[in-house]
């Protein structure tokens, strides 16, 4: 979703995303092609999207410093494990996983 904006809000091609997220061309483009990132479908999340939103602005402004973008994803990552936002892939791929009693994401 970061790389979307970036791409899509921001202007900045393929390659000058990837650059700024320290990752490949070539995976920016399955980013933005649905072929990575999608096991878990968090667009139209609100807090998901204002993070995302915060994330990319933080990073194109050039004052972001390492330790601020990883506690920024570590925060939204936490509401989308306490929101119980990953039961669906669980379920996938774990379908003996009782989920009734599940407290893995309550950690």
């Given at each position: 979703m970061i790389v979307r904006r970036l791409v899509d809000k921001y202007g900045?091609?393929?390659?000058?995303?990837?650059?700024l997220l320290g990752i490949t061309q070539p995976a920016v483009s399955k980013y933005m092609h649905n072929k990575r990132g999608i096991a878990i479908n968090l667009k139209g999340i609100a807090?998901?999207?204002e993070a995302t939103d915060r994330i990319a602005a933080l990073l194109v402004s050039g004052r972001a410093q390492e330790v601020q973008v990883l506690s920024k994803l570590n925060e939204v990552s936490m509401r989308v494990r306490r929101g119980k936002l990953?039961?669906?892939?669980?379920?996938?791929?774990e379908p003996e996983l009782n989920l009734g009693g599940c407290r893995i994401c309550e950690a």
């Open positions: 900045m091609t393929q390659l000058q995303a990837a650059r807090h998901v999207d990953m039961c669906n892939l669980h379920r996938r791929l």
